[in-house]
Nanobody, 116 residues
Framework: QVQLVESGGGSVQPGGSLRLACAAS????????MGWYRQAPGKQREMVAI???????TYADSVKGRFTISNDNAKNTIFLQMIALQPKDTGVYYC??????????WGQGTQVTISS
């Protein structure tokens, strides 16, 4: 499995922005899917954004128009640009990569806290 390390989390006020990054230990250019998930306290992990190998994107309704997933294959990195952050966006954000013929890989997570 590829190793994934997230970064970029932090604490910001409502309306603020953050850019998360997920660095992979090896090439992810052949990924079937790469994505971001989050888990709020006391809740199940939920999908935030997915980028397919063909370039298609899927977003949770709650983040459409505010979050953007992208990748840089040369740097083996996945990004999540988040704007207009709201308290309901608080949680631990995890990146996920699915490579052909392999089990899904998960990062250790990065905390995002939105609070005034």
């Amino acid at each position: 499995q590829v190793q994934l390390v997230e970064s970029g989390g932090g604490s910001v006020q409502p309306g603020g922005s953050l850019r998360l990054a997920c660095a992979a230990s090896s090439s992810i250019s052949d990924s079937v899917f790469m994505g971001w998930y989050r888990q709020a306290p006391g809740k199940q992990r939920e999908m935030v954004a997915i980028l397919s190998g063909s370039g298609g994107t899927t977003y949770a309704d709650s983040v459409k128009g505010r979050f953007t997933i992208s990748n840089d294959n040369a740097k083996n990195t996945i990004f999540l640009q988040m704007i207009a952050l709201q308290p309901k966006d608080t949680g631990v954000y995890y990146c996920n990569v699915v490579l052909p013929g392999r089990a899904a890989s998960w990062g250790q997570g990065t905390q995002v806290t939105i609070s005034s």
